[in-house]
T-cell receptor
Framework: GAVVSQHPSRVICKSGTSVKIECRSL??????MFWYRQFPKQSLMLMAT?????????EQGVEKDKFLINHASLTLSTLTVTSAHPEDSSFYIC????????????FGNGTRLTVT | QKEVEQNSGPLSVPEGAIASLNCTYS??????FFWYRQYSGKSPELIMFIYSNGDKEDGRFTAQLNKASQYVSLLIRDSQPSDSATYLCAIRLGSSNTGKLIFGQGTTLQVKP
């Protein structure tokens, strides 16, 4: 299956700083990537759809100025959490759609963000 | 009504038994359905997908889809302790294969040795 690499896997930052998370498709070109967030004991919540060469599409309630998404190439999408606050602490997971049958999503390993 | 609903569990089954996980959805236009497994602290991994009514088997896993009743299930035969995880049901909204995936809250499965 498709391989999606996400980095870093874990980050601790101070309140008010910004954190960048990278998501790469390693063996295929991904025109679209999806960013999810998961709080403890909860399911994945779609934050935004990242489109190569155009603006991301954000889900309702997700602040686009706080969660900056850049998808500058067919293999790389980045999510920047700006001016992070403790309530932004969560598990952030990127995914890309397989172009094969069924077009399932394949997920990166996730980034555990802790804001102190 | 949530778009995708699952019983959070935990569902506890003895080793070797069949585990049955269920999911209902609200969007009648959805055509693609997915089951993911998520171990604690890890990201989800795809188990299988289904888009036709009926059963689809892959090893010890069988996905069942009933579009008229709007439910999809996952059967795990010969359950093993290593199957203990949270199982996420996901649907792709709409009929296009480019639609976004919406996840249920997941069902925690515990397989007891």
């Amino acid at each position: 299956g498709a391989v999606v690499s996400q980095h870093p896997s874990r980050v601790i930052c101070k309140s008010g700083t910004s954190v960048k998370i990278e998501c790469r498709s390693l063996d295929f070109q991904a025109t679209t990537m999806f960013w999810y967030r998961q709080f403890p004991k909860q399911s994945l919540m779609l934050m935004a759809t990242s489109n190569e060469g155009s603006k991301a599409t954000y889900e309702q309630g997700v602040e686009k100025d706080k969660f900056l998404i850049n998808h500058a190439s067919l293999t790389l999408s980045t999510l920047t959490v700006t001016s992070a606050h403790p309530e932004d602490s969560s598990f952030y997971i990127c995914s890309a759609r397989d172009r094969g049958q069924g077009s399932p999503l394949h997920f990166g390993n996730g980034t555990r963000l802790t804001v102190t | 009504q949530k778009e995708v609903e699952q019983n959070s569990g935990p569902l506890s089954v003895p080793e070797g038994a069949i585990a049955s996980l269920n999911c209902t959805y609200s969007d009648r236009g959805s055509q693609s359905f997915f089951w993911y497994r998520q171990y604690s602290g890890k990201s989800p991994e795809l188990i299988m997908f289904i888009y036709s009514n009926g059963d689809k088997e892959d090893g010890r896993f069988t996905a069942q889809l009933n579009k008229a009743s709007q439910y999809v299930s996952l059967l795990i035969r010969d359950s093993q302790p290593s199957d203990s995880a949270t199982y996420l049901c996901a649907i792709r909204l709409g009929s296009s294969n480019t639609g976004k995936l919406i996840f249920g809250q997941g069902t925690t499965l515990q397989v007891k040795p």
